[in-house]
Structures are given as C-alpha cells and as structure tokens.
C-alpha cells in the first residue's frame, strides 16, 4: 500500500514536500512515481525514481522546479516541489511498478489514495 501526505495550501511561488510512504506487499525495490490529476483534466506523470534512487526522471512542466528522492531505510519518497504555481493545483498520488518506463507511460501496480495541492493567493 502507498500512502501520499504533505499537500495543502500554498502561495505561488511557494514550496511543499510530499511524502509517499510504502508498506504492506510494496516492494521496497521498485520504482515508485508521482502523477497529479487536476478536475477535469487527463492524470499526468510528474516523475518516478527507481528502487535505487539513481535514476530519476520528470514531467516536462515540472523539469527544474520539483525534485524527487527516496529513503530507502524509511520506505519513503519524497517530492521537493518550489516555485509552484496555479497550474500545479491537483491531487498528487504515487503510485509503484517494478519498472521506471512502465510508470512513464503510466502503468503501475500499486497506488495509494492522493493529497491536494491548492496554489492559490
């Protein structure tokens, strides 16, 4: 199972740092993503780490703004995400897959329940 946490409300040009915990059957050695789904638009990728945390990779419209890591010892991944603006209002969720291509292309095996993010003034 996969729990997000960490969202609220913040100002644009704000920062937050989400936190996706890993427990139960989620392996430990696969990759685990972020994808964010705002009302009424399409679910998108945001970025994913493999079990490593040598590899990670990004959304375009994220690219130099968020940054993904993980505590292997916690069973946790991170999402450091600044100079957020209105267009990064959504629900965050993570989700995990044996594969970082997989979830790229937005397949995946587990996934937990999401956290809001609201940037608002």
């Known amino acids: 199972q996969l729990q997000a946490s960490g969202g609220g409300l913040v100002q644009p040009g704000g920062s937050l740092r989400l936190s996706c915990t890993a427990s139960g059957r989620t392996s430990r050695y696969y990759a685990v993503g972020w994808f964010r789904q705002a009302p009424g638009k399409e679910r998108n990728f945001v970025a994913v780490i493999d079990w490593s945390g040598g590899t990670t990779a990004y959304g375009d419209s994220v690219k130099g703004r968020f940054t993904i890591s993980r505590d292997s010892a916690e069973n946790t991944v991170y999402l450091q995400m600044n100079s957020l603006n209105a267009d990064d209002t959504a629900v965050y969720f993570c989700?995990?897959?044996?594969?970082?291509?997989?979830?790229?292309?937005?397949?995946?095996?587990?996934w937990g329940q999401g956290t809001q993010v609201t940037v608002s003034s």
């Open positions: 989700v995990s897959h044996r594969s970082v291509s997989a979830i790229i292309r937005g397949e995946y095996t587990y």
